[in-house]
């Protein structure tokens, strides 16, 4: 019978990897203490509108006569989910989302890398990179607005040599202009964000790694694929993350520029015309409650395909 003696190393690992472990478990406990009145706070806000919604999406009711009130219990989910308009609010508002985070991700990545590693007038540079992301979105709604219009608008005269582009080309006429002009608006506006984001991943990115890359003769592109990137991803996975939810959630944008014209309506949009402008607050209700389910399942789905390991990613492997 043979016995396993324990090497010097391997008796010095054990207790090492103990106290790790048990630093990680204060820094955790630490961490929830800190946050719990963050927490505390945010559920009490939020609880209250929650349940009032689901509340209100059990009844057919209607603003103009609060007084005719009747329970319905899931009938409004049963006309809302029958409905063609609803899922065509969906698919536009999940194109507006997929393409808009799709373009941020890429351009976003190119400004990073920019403001990462630009050395003149870097602070110049990351200033004028940011400065869309500070402008109140109904004044960026307006603004393009303007520039798609076909009467006074700079972008058919500016692109009139594109094939697709001509003087006369109506952005505000048929469904697809419209949606491109919408989400042309969106990503002006919120590449900055992304931006941001990856940079701070990017900064993260050890240089050393980087150089022994080089070292090794990978080229740029390997470099980018091998160490970069998968070092990022955490960064990618909350900036794609961010961002998704907040163009599912797209209104402003589609209120000034179409008002929901050439059926570009989205999800918040259909939502608004039922609460404010017909009253139907348990219609209106249980579209807001889709509407949050939506967005966690999306949430859901994202941190599942990034697989991201955020305890490795800090570093407490």
Known sequence: ??????????TETAPRKASMSDRSVAENRLGQKLVAPAVIVMVLVTAYPMIQALYLSLFRYRL???????????DNYGVILGDSLFW???LNTVIIMVATVVVELVIGFTFAMVMHRIMIARGLMRTAILIPYGIVTVVSAFAWQFA?????????????????IGPQTNWFGDHWHAMFAIMASEVWKTTPFMSLLLL?????????????????????????????????RAAIMVAVLFRALDAFRIFDNIAIMTAGAQNTESSSFLTYRQ???????????????????????????IVKLFRVDLASARGEG
């Open 1 to 10: 019978m043979s016995t396993t003696v324990a090497t010097p190393a391997q």
């Open 64 to 74: 103009t006569t609060p007084n005719d009130r009747s329970f319905v219990g899931l």
């Open 88 to 90: 065509k609010d969906t």
């Open 148 to 164: 798609f219009s076909l009467n006074n608008g700079w972008v058919n005269g500016w692109f009139h040599w594109l094939p697709w």
């Open 200 to 232: 701070a991943g990017l900064s993260q990115v050890s240089e050393d790694m980087i150089e022994a890359a080089q070292v090794d003769g990978a080229t740029w592109w390997q470099r980018l694929y091998k160490v970069i990137l998968p070092n990022m």
């Open 275 to 301: 609460v404010i402008q017909q009253m139907q607050l348990g219609m209106g209700s249980a579209l807001s409650v889709l509407l949050f389910l939506a967005v966690l399942v999306i949430a859901f789905v």
